[in-house]
């Protein structure tokens, strides 16, 4: 598959689309100020040949290709901290976290996740061949991930679990709840425990506290001309079983 120019483009127009739901969700820590917003959106005219290598990036690895203000990464558990930058690779063990005024973009194949001011993220050590996995523990990340036969991507935060075969959609970690919002396609979301589940499809919302995360994921309907004012609330709808 070629990565190019345009599609990060595109992608970017699609963050643009989501960002006002799961930033209006998200707690104060999490949040890029303005000017991370815009220039997160706008990362376009990229040379292609950046991603010359994409395609054949070792298992559950990613080519990071936009970073701004503080991004650091630590390549394995005993590495020590370091800033990102663009064409790092980072793969199994590494971990990243961006200040309160940082973001950066990774690519995958087809697959792309935008990182938003706050946030921390770890690829864990060993997966299955056919996995690719993200651990979520704080913040906020939108995702696009392309359908591909035969391969699952999931993304794990202390409270829910999201897998998906094919879609964008975003996850927002606070200190006490997560919560995944859909734009496109349809996620399945269950709580840590797996004790209970939804289907989460284009335009709604599921959310799981630390109190109710063996009590079920909640799903409700949310746009996103509305979501700016549903904000903290969202998630607290009727469940889905």
């Given at each position: 598959?070629t990565?190019?120019?345009?599609g990060?483009?595109?992608?970017?127009?699609?963050?643009?689309?989501g960002?006002?739901?799961?930033?209006?969700?998200?707690?104060?820590?999490?949040?890029?100020?303005?000017?991370n917003?815009?220039?997160?959106?706008?990362?376009?005219?990229?040379?292609?040949?950046?991603?010359s290598?994409?395609?054949?990036?070792?298992?559950?690895?990613?080519?990071?290709?936009?970073?701004?203000?503080?991004?650091?990464?630590?390549?394995?558990?005993?590495?020590?901290?370091?800033a990102?930058k663009?064409?790092?690779?980072?793969?199994?063990s590494?971990?990243?976290?961006?200040?309160?005024?940082?973001w950066?973009?990774?690519?995958?194949?087809?697959?792309?996740?935008?990182?938003?001011?706050?946030?921390a993220?770890?690829?864990?050590?060993?997966?299955?061949?056919?996995?690719?996995?993200l651990?979520?523990?704080?913040?906020n990340?939108?995702?696009?991930?392309?359908k591909?036969?035969?391969?699952?991507?999931?993304?794990?935060?202390?409270?829910?679990?999201?897998?998906?075969?094919?879609?964008?959609?975003?996850?927002?970690?606070?200190?006490?709840s997560?919560?995944?919002?859909?734009?496109?396609?349809?996620?399945?979301?269950?709580d840590?425990?797996?004790?209970?589940?939804a289907?989460?499809?284009?335009r709604?919302?599921?959310?799981v506290?630390?109190a109710?995360?063996?009590?079920?994921?909640?799903?409700?309907?949310?746009?996103?001309?509305?979501?700016?004012?549903?904000?903290?609330?969202?998630?607290?709808?009727?469940?889905?079983?």
């Amino acid at each position: 598959m070629t990565t190019n120019a345009a599609g990060l483009r595109a992608f970017a127009a699609a963050f643009l689309l989501g960002a006002g739901c799961w930033l209006a969700a998200a707690p104060p820590v999490a949040r890029a100020d303005d000017r991370n917003q815009v220039e997160l959106i706008v990362v376009g005219d990229l040379n292609p040949k950046v991603f010359s290598s994409v395609a054949d990036l070792p298992l559950n690895s990613w080519l990071v290709t936009q970073v701004s203000g503080d991004v650091t990464v630590r390549i394995a558990a005993a590495a020590p901290w370091r800033a990102m930058k663009p064409g790092d690779i980072i793969g199994p063990s590494a971990s990243v976290r961006s200040g309160s005024a940082g973001w950066a973009v990774l690519v995958r194949s087809e697959d792309r996740m935008a990182v938003a001011a706050g946030t921390a993220v770890d690829i864990p050590a060993e997966t299955r061949s056919n996995l690719t996995s993200l651990f979520q523990s704080l913040g906020n990340v939108f995702y696009q991930v392309e359908k591909s036969p035969g391969r699952a991507f999931e993304v794990r935060t202390p409270y829910l679990l999201a897998g998906v075969k094919g879609t964008t959609f975003s996850v927002s970690v606070g200190a006490s709840s997560a919560s995944v919002s859909v734009s496109e396609g349809t996620v399945g979301v269950s709580d840590a425990a797996g004790q209970s589940s939804a289907d989460v499809s284009a335009r709604q919302t599921a959310s799981v506290s630390a109190a109710a995360a063996g009590a079920g994921a909640g799903v409700q309907s949310t746009s996103a001309s509305a979501a700016a004012g549903q904000g903290a609330g969202q998630g607290r709808g009727a469940g889905r079983h």
